[in-house]
């Protein structure tokens, strides 16, 4: 979507690599930020929040990231994790496995 030129939620391009480079990056998008589990396989009725820790500030960034890495190795089998701005009170607009692309707005 980022290649197409549609406004995306600031976040990593991919999984992060070490701590040093989550924090630098939190920093860059700006707390808060959600920290989330790379989860290839989602259950239909949600995971409930899981693998997902909600950053609100640097003090407690380190130990919410590993609690992360923690959660996903025992729940999913890997505990690659990345970041994504958290935003408040967002409309919740999901497409998946499709080949073409709905613009819903920004």
Known sequence: ?????????P????????TKEAIRLAREIGYP????AEILVFAT????????????ERDKFGKLLQ?????????????GVYLEKYIHN??????QNTLHILYLGT
Not at 33 to 36: C, P, Q, S
Not at 45 to 56: F, I
Not at 90 to 95: K, L, N
């Open 1 to 9: 979507m980022k290649n197409a030129g549609f406004t995306i939620v």
């Open 11 to 18: 976040g990593s391009d991919g999984l992060l690599q070490n």
């Open 33 to 36: 930020v959600m920290i989330k």
């Open 45 to 56: 009725a949600g995971g409930g929040g899981r693998g997902m820790r909600l950053a609100k």
């Open 67 to 79: 609690a992360v890495e923690s959660e996903a190795s025992a729940a999913f089998g890997n505990d």
């Open 90 to 95: 967002p409309m919740h607009i999901e497409v």
